[in-house]
């Protein structure tokens, strides 16, 4: 038996909301409700732990910058330590890597056509340690070991929703030739609406972020048609972070590009988790969870 994508997980990657956990500061009225809102995502996790997680985030310049911008770049290494700007690297337990499984996802994925930048040695920041404090809170040591896959959202030219999409449906043909009988879970991380410079600094729009999950959970193919373009005008210059989400979403059982599933039953994921929260910080907050079907 092979390997298996039993849900994708949809979150936001906020730096204060790690803050606000590294300091103590949940329980003050600013964050008791956003996080009063995580607890069904954490009690899901918790019945629901997977035995890997391919976790698709940004970096911000911190292991990459501009001398260096690989577009898809996938962690190979056994352990990944925290770094981060601003507040500094958080004081969070290291992330262990799998690097069979990644050596695994780049045969396979770079042999589906996709030329991935595969990084030996890498650090984390909040765009990967925080989805996991808000998935699994404040543990001593993370639960299972984690993928990286850094997407360049950063600087342009950043890969478009179809690339994405195509990129999270080679990732499942990848895991499900994975010799080992596991339980991996994809993230897709970033976003919602926000744009953290210039006039517009501070854009919020609850609207669109509305109908990008809607559209998300009901016709991701459609959802990754749509240009860099609206997603900036929209959801601000931040707020194509968002891409990412497609990556994971196109990991999902109804988006195989197989005769079968095509002419099959339907097999679309099931929303077991939805949230949407503002403000935290300049942003938007948006978090799903989708069972996949297969
Ligand atoms: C904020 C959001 C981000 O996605 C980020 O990378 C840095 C800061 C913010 O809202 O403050
Ligand atoms: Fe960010």
Redesign the pocket.
């Known amino acids: 038996m092979s390997a298996r994508i039993s849900a994708g997980v949809f979150t936001s990657?906020?730096?204060?909301i790690g803050v606000a956990m590294d300091l103590g500061k949940t329980g003050e009225p600013y964050w008791q409700p956003l996080f009063a809102g995580y607890e069904p995502a954490r009690a899901w996790m918790r019945d629901n732990t997977p035995d890997a997680v391919i976790l698709v985030y940004n970096d911000?310049a911190n292991a990459f910058g501009l001398e260096m911008i690989p577009t898809f770049a996938l962690g190979m290494a056994a352990n990944y330590e925290p770094a981060d700007e601003g507040w500094g690297p958080r004081p969070v337990p290291a992330v262990a890597g799998h690097p069979e499984l990644s050596a695994h996802i780049a045969h396979s994925v770079i042999r589906q056509d996709f030329d991935l930048t595969l990084v030996h040695e890498m650090t984390v920041d909040?765009?990967l340690t925080v989805p996991l404090s808000i998935m699994f809170g404040q543990p001593p040591v993370w639960p299972c070991p984690v993928v990286p896959l850094a997407v360049n959202v950063v600087q342009y030219p950043v890969p478009s929703g179809r690339r994405c999409l195509q990129l999270g449906q080679a990732i499942r043909r990848a895991v499900e030739s994975f010799d080992d009988e596991i339980n991996i879970q994809i993230w897709g991380t970033?976003g919602m609406s926000?744009q953290?410079q210039g006039a517009r600094a501070g854009l919020i729009n609850q609207p669109w972020d509305t109908a990008f999950m809607d559209r998300l959970i009901a016709d991701p193919a459609d959802l990754a048609a749509m240009p860099h373009i609206d997603y900036v005008r929209e959801a601000g210059s931040?707020g194509i972070?968002l891409v990412m989400w497609l990556i994971a979403r196109g990991a999902m059982a109804d988006c195989a590009e197989t005769a079968s599933q095509k002419s099959g039953p339907d097999m679309s994921p099931r929303v077991v988790h939805r949230l949407y929260h503002v403000p935290?910080?300049?942003?938007a907050v948006g978090q799903l969870i989708l069972e996949d079907c297969a």
């Open positions: 990657h906020v730096p204060a911000h909040h765009g970033g926000h953290l931040e972070e935290a910080s300049n942003t």
